[in-house]
């Protein structure tokens, strides 16, 4: 069974720094690219960074700059720094992993439990 059990995240000030962590376990037969996701009060869920298998990274222009996703594949496990942070990053974020089923081009989305950040101003 495949778990995304996410750690960091909580209340700070505005232009602090966290850094959130997704630790990912069981088989997974090929990630395709993991990425990082936002939900806002009210708002829909929205990826803000993601980084592929080949190491590249995307990320949304509200966090472009800011944020940094990286990942340590000895430990299986990806982060997202978040630096000058603004009230407008509240939110809970959620750690996804996109993976391919074995043998095809199909793909599974996997989801972290979600973490709270809030930014006070």
């Known amino acids: 069974q495949v778990q995304l059990v996410q750690s960091g995240g909580g209340l700070v000030q505005a232009g602090g720094s966290l850094r959130l962590s997704c630790a990912v376990s069981?088989?997974?037969?090929?990630?395709?690219?993991t990425g990082w996701y936002r939900q806002a009060p009210g708002k829909q869920r929205e990826l803000i960074a993601r980084i592929f298998d080949s190491g590249t990274t995307n990320y949304a222009d509200s966090v472009k700059g800011r944020f940094t996703i990286s990942r340590d594949n000895a430990q299986n496990t990806v982060y997202l720094q978040m630096d000058s942070l603004r009230p407008d990053d509240t939110g809970v974020y959620y750690c996804?992993?996109?993976?391919?089923?074995?043998?095809?081009?199909?793909?599974?989305?996997?989801w972290g439990q979600g973490t709270q950040v809030t930014v006070s101003s």
């Open positions: 069981g088989r997974l037969w090929k990630i395709a690219n």
């Open positions: 996804e992993v996109r993976a391919f089923r074995p043998g095809t081009v199909g793909l599974d989305d996997y």
